[in-house]
């Protein structure tokens, strides 16, 4: 039977001109892209033109809220209220539609970044708070959450579709979280290490974690970050892959 596999990517995380001509350029090896809404990064310039290149290149858009805190790249906590957190992705994830729709394209997902992503997954009170805004502004969107995490649970919870996401270039904790970015070896830097770690996800549904341990682990979309080394000969080669192993890459399909 063949196996279905979002590949999504979190782009549009700079200011001005920066890294968009090399960002772009991943557009046409993903199916799905989350765009940055201006408050951890991205600006009002970058976002069209990464709304405007999607659309060309046939990649669903998403939304890509997270906490406002440029200096640490929203990946710090903020100990917002529920209320706040309700309110930050009603606005950022309502911002990021606008545009979408105002360019000729429409809004597909959201997937929250960093800290806000890290923290919803393991907080039910958060991830309601997430779920609840999404609803809020469109019952049809997909939400983006990692595998097996509270914000799973809450996005069904409140009748959306759900996208299982899992990552081609983190480490795993045991108890199926990401290995926090300051611990050793949580980022997977080769591409080699990247594609046996993906392989292991889509065919298997399973990944080691950084204690040797394996977890399950549904994998209905996959991530790759754009910093990683040889982000493009990574994906070419997933590629490829994918062919010879009857994987069909095609971004999810709203129910």
Known sequence: MMIRLDINCDLAEGYGRGRQAEDLGIMKWITSVNIACGLHAGDPHIIARTVEAAIRNGVKIGAHPGYPDVQGFGRRSMNLSVREVYELVLYQVSALDGVSRALGGELHHVKLHGALYNEAAESPELAEAVARAVSDINEELILYALSGSALVEAGLEYGLQVAEEVFADRAYLPNGRL????????VLISKEEQME?????????????VDGTSIALA??????????????????????WAKQNDVKLEAITPR
């Not at 770690?197 to 974690?209: A, I």
């Open 179 to 186: 290995a926090p970015r300051e611990l050793e070896g949580s």
């Open 197 to 209: 770690q993906t392989r292991q996800l889509v065919l298997n549904q399973k990944v080691q974690t």
């Open 219 to 240: 994998a209905d979309t996959l991530c790759v970050h754009c910093e990683s080394p040889d982000v493009l000969q990574f994906l070419i080669e997933l590629h490829r």
